[in-house]
């Protein structure tokens, strides 16, 4: 059985950075696509960014060049850099393969930026 347990979430002000990570459990994880996704309040949840197998990564347009995706297959574990942010960042925070595994979803993790 699959999990995914994301962390590292809290409030921020803004300009500030956080780092999140998502363990996954249950298999390994090393070949999948993993990606983040974020849902903000009374929105949709959406994809953030993803990074295959060999590392090669992929932003959505407004949090390229302050998030950073990463992955240590060893560990099972993506994580994601969140620098600069912003209160239009607020949202909780998933993580999932891409395209995502609706079995997979997790609690997710907050992230609120105040101004």
């Known amino acids: 059985q699959v999990q995914l347990v994301e962390s590292g979430g809290g409030l921020v002000q803004a300009g500030e950075s956080l780092r999140l990570s998502c363990a996954a459990s249950?298999?390994?994880?090393?070949?999948?696509?993993m990606a983040w996704f974020r849902q903000a309040p009374g929105k949709e949840r959406v994809f953030v960014a993803s990074?295959?197998?060999?590392?090669?990564?992929t932003y959505v347009d407004s949090v390229k060049g302050r998030f950073t995706i990463s992955r240590d297959n060893a560990k099972n574990t993506v994580y994601l850099q969140m620098n600069s942010l912003k209160t239009e960042d607020t949202a909780v925070y998933y993580c999932?393969?891409?395209?995502?595994?609706?079995?997979?979803w997790g609690q997710g993790t907050q992230v609120t930026v105040s101004s």
């Open positions: 249950g298999r390994t994880f090393g070949s999948e696509r």
């Open positions: 990074i295959r197998s060999n590392g090669g990564s």
């Open positions: 999932n393969r891409n395209p995502p595994n609706n079995q997979w």
